[in-house]
């Protein structure tokens, strides 16, 4: 790793965020991902947090990532949100490891430019579900329209806010890997933040707030008498035609509602798509149901439904999204 003195250097002549001078010596040479980061003046609060976090030399290896870099305007943002009159948070009292998270979230491991985003992907962070050795990493949703680049839903509404971010700059070539510069420091995605984030689960959003549902899938794994984590098994926007909705809006009371929308949930597990067990999986409803490869039988009708996107991971449980909604037995 460079000394990290010889990187402060280059900020010293550094003429734009991102570019040395034309009598740098050395400004032929590629530089890395952090000698970038360090270079820019806007992202002073990113170069503190990377030392304290010990993630310089990450960013300074070999290898082919992808960083959203916050600006310090972001990182002051959100050291504002987290803050209290009698607690100010900032990059040199927040825990070690919270942090060390959090950046690991803007990282992916692979070198994705602009014009190699689709309409949308999720793809895995360098941030670990849990301490645990070879814990799965924390997945982001990345979607662009037109040349808007948005992480995890973006900014949102006042109505719905996001946890994600935009990218306002893209990229940043470095010699292992790219930058995007992004307008808000995105924070690490619960159940409830992956399901608003993508439109595709839209309706089943509307469904579990009107249910109140999203403060039991909004539980950490750290708190007492949690059902977290979880493990869902969620219904895609077209899962919901307009013969399931009649079924669901003619159920006798909300309870019954608020059952078809628990069946879809595995309380205690956090259940990657390598890891799903044969035989009878018990739900929060009560009632369970099998699967078969990607096929799902639940215990209320005859048609099996199918897992068509697997392993979102979430900071309190993982998402397999599926084409049709479970239903329990109320015989």
């Keep these: 790793m460079k000394n990290l003195i010889k990187k402060m250097a280059i900020a010293t002549i550094a003429l734009t965020m991102f570019s040395c001078s034309d009598d740098d010596n050395n400004s032929n ?44 305007d972001a990182f002051n943002r959100f050291f504002t949100s987290i803050s209290t009159p009698s607690n100010a948070i900032t990059v040199e009292n927040v825990p070690v490891e919270t942090l060390r998270g959090i950046l690991l979230n803007h990282v992916i491991n692979e070198e994705i430019t602009s014009a190699n985003i689709p309409a949308s992907v999720y793809k895995n962070t360098l941030s670990p579900f849990s301490s645990a050795t070879g814990a799965p990493t924390i997945s982001m949703f990345i979607q662009k329209e037109g040349g808007v680049v948005t992480l995890n839903g973006g900014l949102g509404t006042t109505e719905l806010p996001r946890k994600g971010a935009v990218v ?47 403060p039991t899938l909004q539980q950490t794994n750290t708190q007492q008498n ?52 044969s035989g009878n999986i018990p739900t929060v ?22 897992i068509i996107l697997t392993d979102v991971q979430c900071s309190n449980g993982v998402v397999h999204a599926i084409d049709g909604v479970l239903l329990p037995s109320f015989n």
Excluded at 59 to 72: H, I
Excluded at 182 to 189: E, G, K
Excluded at 267 to 277: D, E, F, M
């Design 285 to 306: 409803q009560g009632q369970g149901f099998t699967i078969t490869g990607t096929a799902i039988n639940d215990a209320g009708s005859d048609v099996n439904k199918n």
């Design 168 to 214: 306002t700059t893209a990229d940043v070539d470095a010699s292992n890997g790219v930058i995007h510069v992004v307008n808000r420091v995105i924070q690490i995605p619960n159940i409830v933040d992956h399901a608003i984030a993508n439109p595709n689960f839209s309706t089943l959003t509307s469904l579990l707030v009107a249910r109140g549902l999203v």
């Design 226 to 277: 949690t059902l977290a984590p979880f493990t869902v098994f969620a219904p895609v926007n077209t899962a919901f035609s307009p013969a399931v909705l009649g079924i669901y809006n003619g159920l006798a009371n909300d309870d019954l509602r608020t059952q078809v929308l628990t069946y879809h949930v595995v309380s205690g597990l956090n259940v990657r798509a390598n890891a799903i067990p």
């Design 29 to 72: 040479q590629p530089q890395t991902i952090a000698d970038i980061a360090i270079a820019g003046a806007d992202f002073s609060t990113l170069e503190r947090a990377l030392v304290r976090t010990n993630l310089v030399g990450t960013l300074d290896g070999t290898g082919s990532f992808t960083v959203f870099a916050p600006t310090n």
